[in-house]
């Protein structure tokens, strides 16, 4: 199973809007709405920012949300903020082989 | 807060087993969730390896599965990965993670990680 695919990089200025794309296939993030967006800064593990496409864990700003068209899952975060600068990693369920889990090749969020 | 923290040597041999254990607190893993791991090599993207039920269950990365063993001991609220004829491609931080879903996909969310440990395949 190839790695569903990500722009290699994204930047926005503080207070504007970025969007991160994840690509997949009609087996993964097409056939499923159980894609999943992580964050991780530098030197630290990634942490869960949305899951099942829409939803945000407790804690996690509004500024986050996600969708889904096809088989392209979007992250967005508006009204960027220093702190966002990291790279961010989609994943998604799939069955193609067996029941497994897979990630994008990862997106670094330049805050400029 | 569920805690999670890896230990293991950081250093194996070419061709040896690497070996990882995930010690988990507050929470039981004789519980709901998935329990499993997740690599990163240096300066790359990240790898799901695989995931176990307290029932024995489990599910792994296609392309791993003929190498990793993925175990649990309820008894010390413990679980372990076990990867065998590792070459320096296996060079990652290893992260252990709780997984949850529902019976459509039970494990695929990663909602808690532990900060990882660093294991270095070298002669």
């Known amino acids: 199973q190839s790695a569903l695919t990500q722009p290699a990089s994204v930047s926005g200025s503080p207070g504007q809007s970025i969007t991160i794309s994840c690509t997949g296939t009609?087996?993964?993030?097409?056939?499923?709405?159980?894609v999943s967006w992580y964050q991780q800064h530098p030197g630290k593990a990634p942490k869960l920012m949305i899951y099942?496409?829409?939803y945000r864990p407790s804690g996690v700003s509004s500024r986050f949300s996600g969708s889904k068209s096809g088989n392209t899952a979007s992250l967005t975060i508006s009204g960027l903020q220093a702190d966002d600068e990291a790279h961010y990693y989609c994943?998604?369920?799939?069955?193609?082989?067996?029941?497994?889990?897979?990630f994008g090749g990862g997106t670094k969020l330049t805050v400029l | 807060q569920v805690q999670l923290q890896e230990s293991g040597p950081g250093l194996v041999r070419p061709s040896e087993t690497l070996s990882l254990t995930c010690a988990v607190s507050p929470y039981s893993i004789n519980s709901v969730y998935y329990w499993g791991w997740i690599r990163q090599p240096p300066g790359k993207g990240l790898e799901w390896i695989g995931a176990?039920?307290?029932?024995?269950?489990?599910y792994y990365n296609p392309s791993l599965k003929s190498r990793v063993t993925i175990s649990l001991d309820t008894s010390k609220n413990q679980f372990f990965l076990k990867l065998s004829s590792v070459t320096a491609a296996d060079t990652a931080l290893y992260y252990c993670?709780?997984?949850?879903?529902?019976?459509?996909?039970?494990?695929?969310?990663?909602?808690?990680w532990g900060p990882g440990t660093l294991v270095t395949v070298s002669s």
């Open positions: 099942d496409v829409i």
């Open positions: 993670a709780r997984h949850s879903g529902d019976s459509s996909g039970y494990f695929r969310i990663l909602e808690s």
């Open positions: 994943s998604s369920y799939t069955t193609t082989s067996a029941p497994s889990v897979m």
């Open positions: 009609s087996s993964d993030v097409g056939a499923y709405n159980f």
């Open positions: 176990m039920y307290h029932n024995g269950v489990s």
